[in-house]
């Protein structure tokens, strides 16, 4: 079969059964390179290993390392030992992705070799309840958290070129942390992000799936919070001057508004810097994004103003109370229009 790319499908593998086995058995018949990796599987699982090994290169961790190493073994052995043009897309071993919904992700990546592309199920009311909530939450963190929508971010079905290869070894994770990591990262780059809807597969309510619900979901979203430092300790440094200005200026009539518009301009300022260099870490000139984040803190310093003075003078609410309550409403608006239009990462397409 002719084609621009290679086809490379990688399959970590933990604990498979004979599912894995048909799976190797029609990627090879439509002519893809397989690359099965035995993550540390018992015992039970040494002759569907043993039969695939003879159609197709099989790579042993002596322990279980987790999926995200796995992939990461993978791609190291991919990186050198495929020199042309190739097309790398990352399957599960237990049934639950297609031959037909891969060879969707490849062609679509071989037109659009720059792009990270992933296979989106529609998580319907056949969905185990489980990874229904847990994408959502995720989906919607992620999304806060990038800037960048993705509908099913928990897919492990994903596909991209050569030309991703290195900097996806460089991404940190060795379990299922691996794969939102890989989102964070490449949406901060401004790779574009290619959703392609696949069949929704679960094989006995998703009961062999070896996601643990607590320890896997606290690393993912440890990872995802990290990204919304900046705006977190903006809000401290932005309460914490108020507080002292509201001191310093307690015997002026305009305390209140003096005080709030001296500590946005510094907790404003902390809070560019830190996301243009080290959230988002946009590169090149800093004109545009500056020109627009000035514009965004002073509509939302007017605001912010109105606001607090409302609650303080009109409702006679506590200074401090009143600045938490404000710096929490307009939290939300400031921090979606940056990830949005300001430091706007990478871009998902339908």
């Known amino acids: 079969m002719n084609r621009e790319y290679k086809y490379i499908a990688l399959i970590p593998a933990y604990n498979p059964d004979s599912k894995l086995e048909k799976l190797v058995e029609e990627l090879l018949k439509n002519h893809y390179e397989v690359i099965v990796i035995n993550d540390g599987s018992k015992a039970t699982s040494d002759q569907v290993f043993s039969n695939v090994e003879t159609k197709c290169m099989v790579i042993d961790h002596e322990m279980n390392k987790g999926k995200g190493q796995a992939l990461k073994t993978g791609l190291s052995y991919i990186r050198d030992n495929y020199q042309e043009n190739y097309i790398v897309v990352t399957m599960d071993c237990d049934g639950q992705h297609t031959l037909k919904d891969a060879m969707k992700l490849c062609k679509f990546t071989e037109n659009h070799p720059d792009y990270l592309v992933l296979g989106s ?31 099913d971010t928990q897919t492990g079905l994903r596909a991209f070129s050569n030309k991703l290869v290195e900097e ?15 989102l964070l990262q490449l949406a901060k780059e401004g790779v574009p992000i290619k959703e392609i809807t696949i069949q929704t597969i679960y094989i006995d309510n998703n009961s062999e799936s070896h996601f643990h619900p607590i320890k896997d979901s606290f690393k993912i979203y440890k990872e995802i919070l990290k990204f919304c430092l900046s705006s977190l300790l903006s809000f401290f ?8 200005f509201l001191l310093v200026f307690q015997n002026h009539n305009y305390s209140i508004q003096i ?10 300022t902390f809070n560019y810097t830190a996301n243009k260099k080290y959230v988002f870490k946009q590169k090149g000139s800093a004109i545009k994004s500056l020109f627009s984040y ?30 938490v309550l404000t710096e929490i409403t307009l939290f939300i608006m400031s921090y979606i229009v940056q990830h949005k239009i300001i430091f706007r990462g990478g871009v998902t397409e339908k």
């Open 121 to 151: 199920r529609k998580l319907d009311q056949n969905v185990p309840l489980r990874s229904k909530v847990g994408n959502m939450i995720t989906r919607y963190v992620y999304s806060l958290a990038s800037g960048v929508d993705v509908y």
């Open 294 to 323: 000035v514009s965004l803190a002073i509509c939302i310093l007017l605001l912010n103003t109105v606001l607090l003075t409302i609650l303080v003078n009109v409702l006679s609410m506590n200074s401090i109370l009143a600045k």
């Open 237 to 244: 440094i932005d309460v914490l001057l108020y507080s002292l």
């Open 168 to 182: 996806m070894l460089e991404i940190k994770g060795d379990r299922y942390e691996y794969e939102i990591n890989v």
């Open 259 to 268: 005080s709030n518009v001296l500590a946005r301009v510094f907790s404003a």
